[in-house]
Every structure is written in structure tokens, then in C-alpha cells.
């Protein structure tokens, strides 16, 4: 293949083929062939002899950790994917993909491993946190947002995982079977216009199969993605996809981690006997380097972009943006936003608002300098303004699974005696091998220069201070054997198995061991832990997850809520901050309930009965059950706020900022109704039997009212729609326009409430007696608008051709009528105009 079927338009650089093949030219069979699988976890191969350096890789997609998991190389912590759609702007989605660039620079990355933007096909989905939408049309539109942010700023972005991976349970395996017509209307469209409209400079083939073919094997890594889209970047494959030399007679690239893999030396053998071409080696080489040119790291070649060219303060980014993609679903006579001065006793309750969430778990976690808990936030508000308001706190109900890490300000170096741990590596015999001083408690090894391979012993000690007198069930998280030992003195040694046959799910949420130990407050205990490193088959090579620290005490769950309601009784407004944990929402496994985890329920309901003035903020990545929320005067989902979560709430609930999210996903009143929720494979295989029928699709066909609709938000200020139009199209305003791509509809949206507001226009089309199963009705284009009070403005809306469309071997159009519904959710559309086809 010659490199002038690769688009380089992006690099304006006119003779960079023809240098390119050059380059290639000048390397072996064996080169070229160790360029296509890793050099080691997170970066590819360097090639001197062309001026190709290493290019590094790093996971996202809500901040971007690096090389190392290290609480001592912190990184930018932004909104999870799902408060970003929810903010339907795809402004804030550019935004936060330069963000991610910015952050990638900082750290010597040169490309992004997101964003996520698979369907939100089940609110089981382990990974619902960190895709975008139930929707594709949306979720397309603010993917290929997010993807032009990231690559304007010079670093290469990753849509993933390419292609149906909606699920975690059994996900190396499973086979998603599902018709073309929903892969291409639904699972599809959701990757095409970051790779049309945005060219995409990477895509990362899934762990799943398509139909029973696996996804680094599937054609359909060549149509449509190149010869329909026009991709012209590395498929990188998702870490241990590729399972075998086969995948390298198809559209794969590039084999992740390294070095070892599938292909290498049997590769070039398959090439040398003829089995595989070595055209078809070149294809994938050229494509590496033209990445390479892309993002500077092949000398000769100018980079797309040197140096970051959209930066803003990340921090102040991270809170406006979990504003923006905060959604107010209940507002009982405008319960929000409160004033300080009319508070004089507020309760917080709750224990996300002290150990709030700000990311889901598995391999998109970062770690931030700091989080902004929606406690202290709310404290400093108070403590700013002009009148006596006194705060109380109670936990309520145990969130908490497993083991939670020690506070750094409780714990010290007995090395060093600043704060943190020391961890040393050993051989069998005892010998240190390696040291260093840590600042946290839970600890990650994904490259990086511990000995993980070669070391038998791995210790952790640290000095801790209890922060109260009683029993504390004392441990650590991880698989394999373990001693540990207080006051030098050992009270358990225990073998820990892990749960599951993921690997992944294993290592990112092990289970843990502990033992109880009496504590007096401000007594200090040493407390050190000795831990088998495992090495063999059942392990991730040489990678270390373990976690040190407290389980949660869940022995009287009646007393927490007890003492929340008194907190409650007397307080002007009650805050219940309800939510996750790591063992519900994460990478490796899928949820198997919607209900929140403890005892929350059982919480908001005590505080409700007690104070009519309750106000619930939901702190989890996906839907979750709320029986109680006819009984509260208002709820806000917040999702996964980032690290500037407390501050960002603060700014909603007292009014600086106005809730301005609507929800990408439809939310269930109850388990049993949602329409499609099947995550679990039978047989090995997921059946997507509903077809093009998912998320609020399914339920209007199903004729079931959820708790919340899709694209339902309510804002501090009250809105009308008037003067829908449209042209293009056939209509009678513009005639027949032949081959026009687009019909352009028209809108006057007036801000009827008190306060400046945002509103999201959102347009779904309908169609009557189709010969085809469609849809009642479908997303066709949307538009976020910012209106002063008393205002009216104007809004245009693109409505593509291509939204009207179905698959059945090609895209067809019926001709004939569309009626296009324009409003506020996919209920409450009070507007229709006719475009005709």
C-alpha cells in the first residue's frame, strides 16, 4: 500500500508521503514488525536510525494520568463523560479535550486514550460513568467535540471501544450480537463524526466480539471506519485485545501493552512464508509514523500543533463544568437556590458529602491534588457570609465497601517523619531491592521503575493517629497473601482470592483482608504490611494494585440514621449527599442492582419525615433507584463532579451558578421497568435483540413512564418556545432542494422567569406509517441557549439528511413527510413542523 491512500491534509505538509515512504524504506522486516506492538505499558518503540522517538499513550478520558499512577504526579480531575453530556454542549466538549491536551503536554503524553463513547445501553453498565449518552446522535456530536479539542491542542485523541463493548461482565469474551441495522444506526454513529468532521488520529478496537468475530479481527475495522470514514490513524488496540497472529490480516495497528504480544517474531514468519503480506505490514507502519508526524515525535516532520494553543485555568474549568452538567429534577416551590441570610441552621448528611466521588473506578481513575468535598464547600459558604449559620454534620449510612485509605494528615514516614508511608521492595531472602516514600495509601503500579517482576516481598508501614477511641477493623485490598502486623507485633496472616475470572476487575477492585484493633485517639500505632507479590499466569505481569487502610463499622446502622434526623429536626434545610462507591461503578464488572448501596434509602425517607425543607444531591455516574422522590423538596444529580465537585455544588445551591444540565439518559422509577437491561452474557453471548430500540426509544415503545426522561432538567428560571419553522428539504418555504444535506429549523425560545437562564432546545423527528420499523421518535438536533430574563432570541438547528435515514444494506430515505418535534425533553415537545423528503 502506498502512503498516498493515508489523508495527511492535516499537516499541510504536501510531501509528507512520499518522505514517509522514504522512512519506511529504510527499515527491515524485523523493524517494522517491532513498531507494531508496545515497547511497554503505556508507550510504543523508538527507531534512531529515522529520528523516531518513543510516543507515549496515556488513559482518560475525564483527565489523563500519565506513566505512572502516583499520588506525587497528580493530574487535573475533571466531571465524569456522563456530567458532561448532560451539559448537551458541545462547546464545554471542546473545552474539556483541549483541557485533557493541556494536561497531556504537562505530563509527556502524546496521545489521549478517549473518549468513551459507547451507548448507554443499560443502566447496568459498569462503564455507564464514562460514556456520554443512551443516544448516538448526541453522543456523536459531543464526541466529536471533545475529539477536536484534544487534536487542536496537538495531542492525539482515542475514541473507544470500537465497537458495541456496552457491557463488562465477561467482556474479553462475550459476543455482542447484534443486526447491521443497529450497529450502524445506533453503535456505529455514535464513532462516525469523530472520525468524518473530526478525523480522529487513533481509534481502540474493544475486547468483545461482533457477531462472533473479535473486534481486533473484525472487517469492520475497515468498513466503514476506512473505507467509508476515511480514518487515516492507528487502531491501537485496547491493553491484551489482540489475542492472536490472525488479527494482524486485518485492520489492526498497533498491538498494546508491549513488548510481549501475538504478533513479533511470529509475524515476521508469517510474512517471510507468505501468509501474511508484507503490504499489509507497511500499511499499519505508515500509519504509526504518520501519527508520529502528527504529534512530533518523528524528526523532519513538523508537529500539527507545538505547543497548545487553547489553555484555560483547568481548575476553574473543572467547576464550571460540573455545573454546567448538574441536573435539577425536582424544585418543590423553589426550594433552590437558598440564601444565607435566611439560614441560620443547616445539616449536611451523608457520607459522599465528606468522601464525595469524583470519578468512576477502573483504568480512567486519575489522581488530583486535591478534592473540594461538597462538606467543606459548604462550610466555607457559610463561613463567608454575613449571618451566624450553624452547620452540623452526620454520616447517615455506611457508602463505603471495602478498604478506605488512611488520611495523609493522619499518617507519617516512620522513616522520614513527614507525612505519608514508606514502601520497600525485597527479594525472597529479605534484601531490599527498592524504596520510596509515598503520600497515600492506595497504590498503583502500571509502569514505572519498581521492581514488580523480579521483587517476592513487597512492605508498607506507616505511623497512624486515630482520629477517635474504639475498634477499627485495620487492612489492606489486593490479591494474594499477606501479614499484618501492629506495634511489631503480627495479628493475621491471610490469603486473599480474587472475585471473578476479569483480571482487570481483580486488580482495579480487589477484596480485602483485616483485622480489628483497639485504638485510643491521638495514640499513634505502627502499622506495617507484608505482601506476597504473586507472579505467574493469573496476574497482570508486572503490575501491583493494593490498598491500605480502614473498613467501613456498618454494626448499628440504625444509630447513624438516628443521629442524622436529629441533625435534620432542628435545621432550617436538611443536604443528603446520597450515592456510589467504587464497588458498584467501574471498568470490570456490571452493576447488578440500580438501588443505591447501605442503608441511603432508608436515610433520605428518616430525613424527609422530618424535615419538609430536604434537599438530596446524587453523587453517582449513572441511574440509580429514588423511591423516595416524591417525599423531598429537591434533587440534584451531580454525577461525578470532579475535583472542584463541593465547590461546583455550592455555586448551584446558593445560586451564583444555575443548574444547566438535561439528562442524556433516561433514569427508571423502578428495576423492573426498565425496557432493555440485559448485561450478562448467555452462552458467551450478549443479545441485542431489541435492535434499534434503546434508552427512551425503548421506552416509548414500550409505553412506560420513567422516574425522569431523556433530555428533562429544570433550571432557576421558567422558558417558552414559539415560531417553530423549517426549510430546506421540500418544504413549502423553500421548495424541493434536491441534494441538500441539511434542513435548518428555526425557533424563538423567551426566557419568561426572573433570572438568566439556560435552556437546551432539542428536536426529535417522527414518522407516520413508515414502511420500516423506526423509532416513535428520534433525536435529530439539539442547541443549548443562554437567555437574559425577559428575553427572546432566535435559535437555528441543523437537522442532516442523514438523520432521517435507515440502514438496510445502504442508507435508504423514505420520501414523503417528517414530522419534526420541538421542545424541551422527549415528552415535552410542544411545537411540530413538517420537512418533507
Known amino acids: 500500500?502506498?502512503?498516498?491512500?493515508?489523508?495527511?491534509?492535516?499537516?499541510?505538509?504536501?510531501?509528507?508521503?512520499?518522505?514517509?515512504?522514504?522512512?519506511?524504506?529504510?527499515?527491515?522486516?524485523?523493524?517494522?514488525?517491532?513498531?507494531?506492538?508496545?515497547?511497554?505499558?503505556?508507550?510504543?518503540?523508538?527507531?534512531?536510525?529515522i529520528g523516531l522517538r518513543r510516543m507515549v499513550v496515556s488513559d482518560g478520558p475525564s483527565g489523563v494520568r500519565g506513566e505512572v499512577w502516583d499520588e506525587r504526579s497528580p493530574s487535573l480531575n475533571l466531571p465524569s463523560a456522563t456530567a458532561l453530556s448532560s451539559s448537551w454542549d458541545v462547546g464545554i466538549a471542546a473545552r474539556y479535550g483541549a483541557a485533557s491536551a493541556v494536561e497531556a503536554r504537562r505530563k509527556g503524553v502524546d496521545a489521549v486514550l478517549g473518549p468513551t463513547i459507547n451507548l448507554h445501553r443499560s443502566p447496568l453498565g459498569g462503564r455507564h460513568f464514562e460514556a456520554f449518552s443512551e443516544d448516538p446522535v448526541l453522543t456523536a456530536e459531543l464526541a466529536a467535540a471533545y475529539v477536536a479539542g484534544v487534536q487542536k491542542n496537538g495531542v492525539g485523541a482515542t475514541p473507544k471501544h470500537y465497537v458495541a463493548n456496552d457491557f463488562e461482565t465477561d467482556r474479553f469474551t462475550a459476543s455482542t450480537e447484534v443486526s447491521e441495522r443497529a450497529l450502524r444506526e445506533l453503535?456505529?454513529?455514535?464513532f462516525e463524526k469523530a472520525i468524518t468532521d473530526s478525523h480522529?488520529?487513533?481509534?481502540?478496537?474493544?475486547?468483545?466480539?461482533?457477531?462472533?468475530?473479535?473486534?481486533?479481527?473484525?472487517?469492520?475495522?475497515?468498513?466503514?471506519?476506512?473505507?467509508?470514514?476515511?480514518?487515516?490513524?492507528?487502531?491501537?488496540?485496547?491493553?491484551?485485545?489482540v489475542r492472536s497472529l490472525n488479527s494482524a490480516r486485518f485492520s489492526q495497528d498497533l498491538v498494546m501493552p508491549g513488548p510481549d504480544g501475538p504478533w513479533g517474531e511470529k509475524l515476521v514468519a508469517a510474512v517471510l512464508d507468505g501468509s501474511v503480506s508484507e503490504a499489509a505490514i507497511d500499511r499499519k507502519v505508515l500509519r504509526l509514523l504518520h501519527l508520529a508526524a502528527r504529534v512530533g515525535a518523528l524528526e523532519g516532520f513538523d508537529p500539527v500543533v507545538a505547543t497548545p494553543v487553547t489553555v484555560e485555568d483547568g481548575i476553574a474549568f473543572a467547576r464550571e463544568a460540573a455545573a454546567e452538567g448538574s441536573v435539577l429534577v425536582r424544585n418543590v416551590n423553589?426550594?433552590?437556590?437558598?440564601?444565607?441570610?435566611?439560614?441560620?441552621?443547616?445539616?449536611?448528611?451523608?457520607?459522599?458529602?465528606?468522601?464525595?466521588?469524583?470519578?468512576?473506578?477502573?483504568?480512567?481513575?486519575?489522581?488530583?491534588?486535591k478534592v473540594v468535598s461538597p462538606l467543606?464547600?459548604?462550610?466555607?459558604?457559610?463561613?463567608?457570609?454575613?449571618?451566624?449559620?450553624?452547620?452540623?454534620?452526620?454520616?447517615?449510612?455506611?457508602?463505603?465497601?471495602?478498604?478506605?485509605?488512611?488520611?495523609?494528615?493522619?499518617?507519617?514516614?516512620?522513616?522520614?517523619?513527614?507525612?505519608?508511608?514508606?514502601?520497600?521492595?525485597?527479594?525472597a531472602d529479605g534484601a531490599e531491592l527498592f524504596t520510596e516514600d509515598r503520600r497515600a495509601t492506595a497504590l498503583v503500579y502500571f509502569g514505572g521503575d519498581a521492581p514488580i517482576g523480579v521483587a517476592d516481598i513487597y512492605e508498607f508501614s506507616t505511623r497512624y493517629t486515630p482520629e477517635k477511641t474504639g475498634t477499627i477493623?485495620?487492612?489492606?485490598?489486593?490479591?494474594?497473601?499477606?501479614?499484618?502486623?501492629?506495634?511489631?507485633?503480627?495479628?493475621?496472616?491471610?490469603?486473599?482470592?480474587?472475585?471473578?475470572?476479569?483480571?482487570?476487575?481483580?486488580?482495579?477492585?480487589p477484596p480485602s483482608v483485616s483485622v480489628p484493633v483497639?485504638?485510643?485517639?491521638?495514640?499513634?500505632?505502627?502499622?506495617?504490611?507484608?505482601?506476597?507479590?504473586?507472579?505467574?499466569?493469573?496476574?497482570?505481569?508486572?503490575?501491583?494494585?493494593?490498598?491500605?487502610?480502614?473498613?467501613?463499622?456498618?454494626?448499628?446502622?440504625?444509630?447513624?440514621?438516628?443521629?442524622?434526623?436529629?441533625?435534620?429536626?432542628?435545621?432550617?434545610?436538611?443536604?443528603?449527599?446520597?450515592?456510589?462507591?467504587?464497588?458498584?461503578?467501574?471498568?470490570?464488572?456490571?452493576?447488578?442492582?440500580?438501588?443505591?448501596?447501605?442503608?441511603?434509602?432508608?436515610?433520605?425517607?428518616?430525613?424527609?419525615?422530618?424535615?419538609?425543607?430536604?434537599?438530596?444531591?446524587?453523587?453517582?455516574?449513572?441511574?440509580?433507584?429514588?423511591?423516595?422522590?416524591?417525599?423531598?423538596?429537591?434533587?440534584?444529580?451531580?454525577?461525578?463532579?470532579?475535583?472542584?465537585?463541593?465547590?461546583?455544588?455550592?455555586?448551584?445551591?446558593?445560586?451564583?451558578?444555575?443548574?444547566?444540565?438535561?439528562?442524556?439518559?433516561?433514569?427508571?422509577?423502578?428495576?423492573?421497568?426498565?425496557?432493555?437491561?440485559?448485561?450478562?452474557?448467555?452462552?458467551?453471548?450478549?443479545?441485542?435483540d431489541e435492535g434499534i430500540h434503546i434508552g427512551y426509544r425503548a421506552w416509548l415503545k414500550a409505553g412506560v413512564t420513567p422516574a425522569y426522561e431523556f433530555g428533562f432538567g429544570l433550571g432557576y428560571t421558567e422558558w417558552a418556545l414559539s415560531d417553530a419553522e423549517v426549510s430546506g428539504f421540500g418544504t413549502a418555504d423553500a421548495g424541493d432542494s434536491g441534494g441538500a444535506e441539511s434542513a435548518e429549523l428555526t425557533v424563538t425560545v423567551t426566557n419568561v422567569g426572573a433570572r438568566d437562564g439556560k435552556h437546551v432546545v432539542q428536536v426529535y423527528a417522527s414518522r407516520a406509517d413508515s414502511a420500516v420499523d423506526r423509532p416513535v421518535r428520534w433525536l435529530v438536533g439539539f442547541a443549548p441557549v443562554r437567555v437574559a430574563a425577559g428575553e427572546s432570541t432566535t435559535v437555528s438547528i441543523t437537522v442532516p439528511k442523514r438523520a432521517l435515514a435507515y440502514w438496510d444494506d445502504g442508507w435508504q430515505y423514505e420520501t414523503g413527510a417528517y414530522t419534526l418535534h420541538v421542545g424541551s425533553s422527549v415528552t415535552d415537545l410542544p411545537l411540530e413542523a413538517t420537512l418533507t423528503l
Open 200 to 241: 480522529a488520529w487513533l481509534v481502540m478496537s474493544s475486547y468483545n466480539s461482533i457477531n462472533g468475530v473479535t473486534a481486533t479481527e473484525s472487517e469492520l475495522l475497515e468498513t466503514p471506519l476506512n473505507s467509508e470514514w476515511g480514518f487515516d490513524g492507528v487502531v491501537i488496540s485496547d491493553w491484551t485485545a
Open 1 to 49: 500500500m502506498a502512503i498516498t491512500d493515508i489523508h495527511t491534509d492535516t499537516t499541510g505538509d504536501s510531501g509528507e508521503p512520499e518522505r514517509l515512504n522514504a522512512l519506511l524504506a529504510k527499515l527491515t522486516l524485523e523493524e517494522k514488525v517491532l513498531l507494531l506492538t508496545g515497547h511497554d505499558f503505556w508507550s510504543t518503540w523508538p527507531m534512531e536510525k
Open 473 to 509: 477493623m485495620l487492612g489492606f485490598a489486593s490479591v494474594g497473601n499477606s501479614r499484618i502486623f501492629v506495634d511489631g507485633t503480627l495479628l493475621r496472616e491471610a490469603t486473599s482470592e480474587a472475585v471473578g475470572t476479569d483480571l482487570g476487575a481483580a486488580f482495579l477492585s
Open 187 to 190: 453503535y456505529l454513529l455514535a
Open 376 to 427: 467543606e464547600a459548604i462550610s466555607a459558604v457559610l463561613a463567608q457570609s454575613a449571618g451566624d449559620v450553624e452547620l452540623t454534620y452526620a454520616v447517615g449510612a455506611v457508602v463505603q465497601e471495602g478498604i478506605a485509605e488512611l488520611p495523609l494528615d493522619r499518617i507519617v514516614n516512620p522513616v522520614t517523619g513527614e507525612p505519608g508511608a514508606r514502601v520497600r521492595f525485597l527479594d
Open 518 to 688: 483497639e485504638v485510643v485517639e491521638g495514640v499513634p500505632i505502627d502499622f506495617r504490611v507484608e505482601f506476597d507479590i504473586p507472579h505467574g499466569e493469573n496476574t497482570l505481569g508486572d503490575t501491583l494494585s493494593i490498598s491500605f487502610g480502614i473498613e467501613p463499622d456498618d454494626s448499628d446502622p440504625e444509630s447513624l440514621i438516628a443521629e442524622a434526623v436529629e441533625a435534620a429536626r432542628g435545621a432550617d434545610v436538611a443536604l443528603v449527599v446520597v450515592g456510589t462507591n467504587s464497588r458498584v461503578e467501574s471498568e470490570g464488572f456490571d452493576r447488578t442492582t440500580l438501588a443505591l448501596p447501605g442503608r441511603q434509602d432508608d436515610l433520605v425517607r428518616a430525613v424527609a419525615a422530618v424535615n419538609p425543607r430536604t434537599v438530596v444531591v446524587v453523587n453517582s455516574g449513572s441511574p440509580v433507584l429514588l423511591p423516595w422522590r416524591e417525599d423531598v423538596s429537591a434533587i440534584l444529580f451531580t454525577y461525578f463532579g470532579g475535583q472542584e465537585y463541593g465547590n461546583a455544588l455550592t455555586d448551584i445551591l446558593f445560586g451564583s451558578k444555575e443548574p444547566g444540565g438535561r439528562l442524556p439518559t433516561t433514569w427508571p422509577a423502578a428495576e423492573a421497568d426498565v425496557p432493555v437491561i440485559n448485561v450478562t452474557p448467555v452462552d458467551g453471548k450478549v443479545h441485542y
Open 334 to 369: 423553589a426550594e433552590l437556590p437558598w440564601s444565607t441570610e435566611t439560614l441560620s441552621k443547616v445539616a449536611v448528611i451523608g457520607h459522599n458529602a465528606v468522601f464525595a466521588r469524583t470519578q468512576g473506578g477502573g483504568s480512567a481513575t486519575v489522581l488530583p491534588e
